[in-house]
C-alpha cells in the first residue's frame, strides 16, 4: 500500500510539473540509438559520453515479437518466462546510473499473434498487444527492485508508414490504418498504465511525411497530419498524454526551417498539427514529444547535407522546437552512425570519430535541461516542486532519506532557507516545498542540494515564475 500511495503521488506529481512548465525553455534532449547505446560492444562508454554531452533521455524500440517469441503463459506478468527482455534491462539500467531517463517506443508483433503475417500488422486479438504493454509497463513501475522506473513510453513507431504498420490503405484506396492504429493506441495506453498508471505515453510517433492517396508502386505512406485526424475521428475519446512526431526535412538535404504543405509536419509545421490534434480530439494543449530527429550526412547519404551543415542545422533545429511551448521532449536520430544502419545522421562518424554537429550539441542543449525546470505559480500559494533526481534510485531503494537544503532567491536577495529529509519517490524524484509565498509577476530561483545515503549528491536550480 504504500508503495501504491508513493506511485500515485509520483504521478500527480509528474502532471503537475507538465501543466505548469513555461514554454519549451526545458524539455527532455537525447538520443535514440539502439545499435550504439544497447547491443554495441562500447555501449557503456558511448552512454557515459551522450550523458556528459548534456542528453537527459535516451529512446528505444521494445520489439514486441523479439521480446516474446512464443505466445506467455501469463502476459501480463513482466517476469513470464517467455519474456527475453534482458538487453532491455540493462540499458534502462545503464541509463539509470548515469542519470538518464528512458522512452520505450514498442512495436512489432509476434508471429503468434497474427498468423505469422509480419511484425507490421496488428495483432489478431488486441488484448495481446495490451497485455504485453501492461507487462513491459509493471516490469518498470519501480516495483521490483532491480528494475528501474520508466517514465515515458511510445505506441508505435511512424504508424503512418506501411514500413511499419500495415495496412495504410485497403483494396479500394481508401485509408484504413489510422483506424488500425486507433485501436493499436487505445489498447497500449490502456496496457501501459495498468502497469505503470504513472507513466506518461505518447500516440502517434508520425514520420514527417506521406501522401493523401494510395499510389502505385510507392511505399504506402499517409501524411501525418490527415493521419493524426483519422486516427481522432476513428476514436474521439482516445486516451493519451502526448502526440509525438518525426519532422524530419524532406529530401534529406533541406533545413530545418523548411516549409512543407499540409498535411506534411515538418519542423515549421508543429503549430498546425498541434491546432489540428486539439479540434481533433476536442481537447487544448495537447504536449507534443520529437520523438525523432536528424540530419543525415554525406558521403554516407550521398544526397545529405555537409558535416558542417549539419552543425549548423542542430542548433537551429532545436531552437524551432524551444520556441514552442508545446514541445516536452526533442530526440535526435542517432548518436553515432553504424555501418549496419542506412542513416547517417549521427553526430560521430562510425569509427567513433566526431562530426563537428558533436561539439554543436552541448551548447545547444545546456539550457534546456528539464532536470532544471522552469514552473509556473499561482500567486498566494506555496508551491511543492518535483525534483528529478533519477541516479538516486540505482544505489537507494524507494522511501530512502534524501537530505535537502533548499535556498531560493529573487534578483538581489535571498528570501527563503529551508532543509528537510525528504522520501526517495518510486518514480526516483523527491517533492520540495519551497519556504516562500510566491507572488504575482515575480521569479524566484531555488537552488536545491540534495544527497542520499548511498553516495548520490545533485544540485538543480528551479525557476518559479509567479501569476
Same mark, same amino acid.
Given at each position: 500500500?504504500?508503495? $501504491?500511495?508513493?506511485?500515485?503521488?509520483?504521478?500527480?506529481?509528474? %502532471?503537475?510539473?507538465?501543466?505548469?512548465?513555461?514554454?519549451?525553455?526545458?524539455?527532455?534532449?537525447?538520443?535514440?540509438?539502439?545499435?550504439?547505446?544497447? #547491443?554495441?560492444?562500447?555501449?557503456?562508454?558511448?552512454?557515459?559520453?551522450?550523458?556528459?554531452?548534456?542528453?537527459?533521455?535516451?529512446?528505444?524500440?521494445?520489439?514486441?515479437?523479439?521480446?516474446?517469441?512464443?505466445?506467455?503463459?501469463?502476459?501480463?506478468?513482466?517476469?513470464?518466462?517467455?519474456? $527475453?527482455?534482458?538487453?532491455?534491462?540493462?540499458?534502462?539500467?545503464?541509463?539509470?546510473? $548515469?542519470?538518464?531517463?528512458?522512452?520505450?517506443?514498442?512495436? +512489432?508483433?509476434?508471429?503468434?499473434?497474427?498468423?505469422?503475417?509480419?511484425?507490421?500488422?496488428?495483432?489478431?486479438?488486441?488484448?495481446?498487444?495490451?497485455?504485453?504493454?501492461?507487462?513491459?509497463?509493471?516490469?518498470?513501475?519501480?516495483?521490483?527492485?532491480?528494475?528501474?522506473?520508466?517514465?515515458?513510453?511510445?505506441?508505435?513507431?511512424?504508424?503512418?508508414?506501411?514500413? #511499419?504498420?500495415?495496412?495504410?490503405?485497403?483494396?479500394?484506396?481508401?485509408?484504413?490504418?489510422?483506424?488500425?492504429?486507433?485501436?493499436?493506441?487505445?489498447?497500449?495506453?490502456?496496457?501501459?498504465?495498468?502497469?505503470?498508471?504513472?507513466?506518461?505515453?505518447?500516440?502517434?510517433?508520425?514520420?514527417?511525411?506521406?501522401?493523401?492517396?494510395?499510389?502505385?508502386?510507392?511505399?504506402?505512406?499517409?501524411?501525418?497530419?490527415?493521419?493524426?485526424?483519422?486516427?481522432?475521428?476513428?476514436?474521439?475519446?482516445?486516451?493519451?498524454?502526448?502526440?509525438?512526431?518525426?519532422?524530419?526535412?524532406?529530401?534529406?538535404?533541406?533545413?530545418?526551417?523548411?516549409?512543407?504543405?499540409?498535411?506534411?509536419?515538418?519542423?515549421?509545421?508543429? +503549430?498546425?498539427?498541434?491546432?489540428?490534434?486539439?479540434?481533433?480530439?476536442?481537447?487544448?494543449?495537447?504536449?507534443?514529444?520529437?520523438?525523432?530527429?536528424?540530419?543525415?550526412?554525406?558521403?554516407?547519404?550521398?544526397?545529405?547535407?555537409?558535416?558542417?551543415?549539419?552543425?549548423?542545422?542542430?542548433?537551429?533545429?532545436?531552437?524551432?522546437?524551444?520556441?514552442?511551448?508545446?514541445?516536452?521532449?526533442?530526440?535526435?536520430?542517432?548518436?553515432?552512425?553504424?555501418?549496419?544502419?542506412?542513416?547517417?545522421?549521427?553526430?560521430?562518424?562510425?569509427?567513433?570519430?566526431?562530426?563537428?554537429?558533436?561539439?554543436?550539441?552541448?551548447?545547444? %542543449?545546456?539550457?534546456?535541461?528539464? $532536470?532544471?525546470?522552469?514552473?509556473?505559480?499561482?500567486?498566494?500559494?506555496?508551491?511543492?516542486?518535483?525534483?528529478?533526481?533519477?541516479?538516486?534510485?540505482?544505489?537507494?531503494?524507494?522511501?530512502?532519506?534524501?537530505?535537502?537544503?533548499?535556498?531560493?532567491?529573487?534578483?538581489?536577495?535571498?528570501?527563503?532557507?529551508?532543509?528537510?529529509?525528504?522520501?526517495?519517490?518510486?518514480?526516483?524524484?523527491?517533492?520540495?516545498?519551497?519556504?516562500?509565498?510566491?507572488?504575482?509577476?515575480?521569479?524566484?530561483?531555488?537552488?536545491?542540494?540534495?544527497?542520499?545515503?548511498?553516495?548520490?549528491?545533485?544540485?538543480?536550480?528551479?525557476?518559479?515564475?509567479?501569476?
Amino acid at each position: 500500500m504504500r508503495a $501504491r500511495r508513493l506511485l500515485i503521488l509520483a504521478a500527480l506529481a509528474v %502532471v503537475a510539473l507538465a501543466t505548469g512548465a513555461s514554454a519549451a525553455d526545458r524539455m527532455w534532449v537525447g538520443f535514440t540509438d539502439d545499435p550504439t547505446f544497447r #547491443f554495441g560492444a562500447d555501449r557503456q562508454a558511448s552512454l557515459d559520453l551522450a550523458a556528459r554531452s548534456g542528453a537527459t533521455i535516451i529512446r528505444t524500440v521494445a520489439i514486441w515479437s523479439s521480446i516474446a517469441p512464443d505466445r506467455p503463459t501469463v502476459a501480463t506478468d513482466p517476469f513470464d518466462p517467455v519474456y $527475453r527482455f534482458d538487453d532491455l534491462d540493462e540499458l534502462v539500467r545503464n541509463a539509470q546510473t $548515469r542519470g538518464l531517463e528512458t522512452l520505450i517506443t514498442i512495436w +512489432g508483433t509476434p508471429v503468434w499473434a497474427n498468423a505469422g503475417v509480419g511484425p507490421q500488422r496488428a495483432p489478431t486479438d488486441i488484448n495481446d498487444f495490451r497485455d504485453f504493454a501492461q507487462a513491459i509497463a509493471a516490469r518498470y513501475s519501480g516495483r521490483f527492485p532491480g528494475y528501474p522506473f520508466v517514465r515515458f513510453f511510445g505506441i508505435w513507431n511512424e504508424s503512418n508508414l506501411s514500413t #511499419f504498420l500495415r495496412p495504410q490503405f485497403d483494396a479500394s484506396g481508401r485509408i484504413v490504418g489510422a483506424a488500425v492504429y486507433a485501436r493499436l493506441a487505445a489498447a497500449g495506453y490502456a496496457g501501459i498504465k495498468a502497469g505503470n498508471p504513472a507513466a506518461q505515453v505518447a500516440i502517434g510517433e508520425t514520420s514527417s511525411n506521406g501522401r493523401q492517396q494510395h499510389v502505385a508502386g510507392a511505399t504506402d505512406a499517409v501524411a501525418p497530419g490527415l493521419f493524426a485526424e483519422l486516427v481522432a475521428r476513428a476514436d474521439p475519446k482516445l486516451r493519451f498524454d502526448a502526440w509525438a512526431q518525426h519532422p524530419y526535412p524532406f529530401p534529406v538535404n533541406r533545413s530545418p526551417t523548411q516549409v512543407v504543405a499540409w498535411p506534411n509536419v515538418t519542423l515549421t509545421s508543429l +503549430g498546425r498539427l498541434e491546432a489540428s490534434l486539439d479540434e481533433a480530439f476536442g481537447r487544448k494543449g495537447i504536449p507534443i514529444w520529437i520523438t525523432e530527429y536528424g540530419n543525415e550526412t554525406r558521403p554516407g547519404e550521398p544526397r545529405g547535407v555537409t558535416e558542417s551543415q549539419q552543425a549548423a542545422y542542430l542548433p537551429q533545429a532545436i531552437a524551432i522546437a524551444q520556441r514552442d511551448p508545446r514541445v516536452r521532449m526533442f530526440i535526435w536520430f542517432v548518436f553515432r552512425d553504424s555501418p549496419n544502419s542506412a542513416w547517417q545522421s549521427g553526430l560521430s562518424h562510425d569509427d567513433g570519430s566526431s562530426k563537428p554537429a558533436f561539439s554543436a550539441w552541448p551548447t545547444a %542543449v545546456a539550457p534546456l535541461d528539464a $532536470r532544471n525546470g522552469k514552473v509556473t505559480a499561482r500567486g498566494g500559494t506555496i508551491p511543492t516542486l518535483t525534483v528529478y533526481l533519477r541516479d538516486f534510485c540505482a544505489n537507494n531503494p524507494t522511501g530512502s532519506a534524501v537530505g535537502t537544503t533548499t535556498r531560493v532567491r529573487v534578483p538581489g536577495r535571498l528570501v527563503g532557507v529551508a532543509q528537510a529529509q525528504l522520501p526517495l519517490a518510486l518514480d526516483c524524484t523527491v517533492h520540495v516545498r519551497l519556504p516562500v509565498t510566491i507572488k504575482r509577476g515575480k521569479t524566484y530561483v531555488a537552488t536545491i542540494n540534495l544527497n542520499v545515503g548511498g553516495g548520490n549528491a545533485a544540485r538543480r536550480v528551479i525557476t518559479v515564475v509567479g501569476t
